[in-house]
């Protein structure tokens, strides 16, 4: 249970960040003169979403010294951060630990914007709406599983920031060009601006650009050795997040309890998960997700493309909807307008997360964005944003090259993170057809070692034995419905 939504109108189709056509992308330096460099900056981050952040947060305390600062500076293409949405996310044990490190006032700036997490309740329902499985609810641990809407999650982060000016806005990153000479990258931007810098972060989510880009160096897209383009699962996701005093059932709780998360399978046709939480401070969080991929295409008011209020969409979900009490009820009071259409996508494993020439590199979605089923998606960025902090302070300390510890960060947090993604691409398959892919003693042991095992914590366990090869050998490219982008 885990949404995001794309920041702005005007690049909604699958999130795409930019439509540069790969043949437009600058390779090298340009030849015709100097190059009319805007800023100079030492760590150039692309992407004001998560992981971009907490990259920034990180290296300001663990990189930075009175004598020898980082000048670090975050490059978002949306116009402004936001103040709304209609998404959330969920903490684990692995990206509390995370967010800990990087900065130690994190875990309590995210409970006091945040829900615990307390119980989870796991039902499904028959073409009758009857009951025909449902679990007791699960105890959770409060210290560690939060629920947070996705804009108050980026709020809390750009608080931490070292400086106001922090974040430069509608800055849309076209292409990046290795320069040899002057050991540095020149980053272009659709405002035809240039900026200059030692090393690059890739932060810009599943639609990566510098991703785009770093697959055509490596020969990895669309067919060249192999093919690195974002894949969709086949599913579509309708959310939003409204006042629990508008729901017309009471108790309320019988559509969630305070402090939960609903899951309500309807194994039918179509066959879909909805998803009803407490979001906090008196408001609840409804996910719809139908998963038969004809069906969620059938229903989408955008062919696929998603966007917020699209007409029509509540009319085409109120059918399918009806055959649960609870989530009838949640989609009755939720104006249309404020209904978010979402198709859910992500990648497989990136065949290295480091650029041609070692000064770029991906972190987070843009790493290895992944199916949103197991909640991993922001936990994960958060972990390979403490790995890279990490590695950038011990270089700084041991008098390395910056290359040199990108390269460490990609070789200490990449296995696991391939392993997370693969899993959690396997169990978003898995929900889409109802089939088990896995034994659910086996999913369990899995989930509960990718929480309390995070990359870098003393004491790590290897993953539970006999799962390994299942999750490395499943392709979801042979899955029903998913596909390429």
Not at 265 to 284: E, H, I, Q, V
């Amino acid at each position: 249970m885990e949404e995001d939504q794309p920041d702005d109108k005007d690049h909604t189709e699958w999130g795409c960040v930019s439509s540069t056509n790969d043949q437009n992308i600058p390779t090298t330096p340009s030849k015709k003169g100097p190059v009319n460099v805007e800023e100079e900056v030492d760590v150039a981050i692309v992407g004001g979403g998560l992981a971009g952040l907490l990259m920034a947060i990180g290296i300001n305390n663990h990189c930075n010294d009175s004598s020898n600062k980082f000048r670090c500076k975050i490059y978002e293409r949306a116009p402004k951060l936001r103040s709304i949405s209609q998404g959330m996310l969920g903490t684990h044990t692995n990206g509390m630990f995370a967010l800990k490190h990087i900065h130690p006032e994190l875990p309590a700036l995210v409970k006091k914007v945040g829900c615990a997490r307390l119980k989870t309740i796991l039902t499904e329902i028959d073409a009758n709406g009857k009951i025909t499985s449902s679990s007791k609810e699960q105890e959770i641990s409060a210290e560690t599983r939060y629920l947070v809407t996705w804009h108050k999650m980026q709020q809390t982060l750009a608080s931490l920031l070292p400086t106001t000016d922090a974040v430069v806005t509608s800055k849309s990153l076209v292409s990046y060009v290795e320069d040899d000479e002057t050991d540095s990258v020149l980053l272009y931007f659709e405002d035809d601006s240039i900026v200059r810098a030692k090393i690059v972060l890739g932060c810009d989510g599943v639609f990566s650009q510098v991703r785009r880009q770093m697959a055509n160096e490596n020969g990895g897209r669309e067919g060249k050795n192999g093919d690195d383009r974002p894949i969709y699962f086949g599913q579509l996701n309708w959310g939003s997040i409204f006042p629990t005093k508008n729901l017309p059932i009471r108790p309320t709780s019988d559509i969630h309890p305070d402090n939960a998360v609903h899951s309500i399978t309807y194994n039918g046709d179509p066959r879909w998960t909805c998803y009803l939480s407490d979001a906090g401070s008196g408001y609840t969080f409804f996910q719809l997700r139908v998963t038969d991929p004809e069906k969620a295409m059938a229903l989408s008011g955008s062919e696929g493309r998603g966007g917020l209020g699209l007409p029509g969409v509540k009319d085409a979900l109120i059918p399918i909807a009806k055959v649960s009490n609870a989530v009838s009820a949640a989609l009755e009071c939720i104006p249309e307008s404020q209904l978010f259409e979402r198709s859910i996508v992500g990648r497989l494993p990136a065949k290295r997360w480091i650029s041609s020439g070692g000064r770029v590199a991906l972190v987070g979605d843009a790493a290895h964005g992944m199916h949103p089923n197991i909640g991993q998606g922001g936990n994960s960025a958060f972990e390979s944003s403490l790995v890279l902090v990490r590695a950038l302070a011990e270089g700084k300390r041991q008098g390395l090259s910056l290359k040199q510890s990108l390269k460490s960060y990609e070789k200490e947090r990449k296995p696991r993170a391939d392993l997370v993604q693969k899993f959690s691409n396997m169990m978003g398959c898995s929900q889409s057809t109802g089939e088990q892919l896995i034994e659910m003693d086996k999913r369990m042991a899995m989930l509960d070692w990718i929480a309390k095992n995070p990359t870098g914590c003393e004491g790590g366990e290897q993953p539970p034995a006999g799962i390994v090869k299942a999750v490395n050998s499943f392709d979801p490219l042979k899955q029903k419905g998913v596909s390429l982008i």
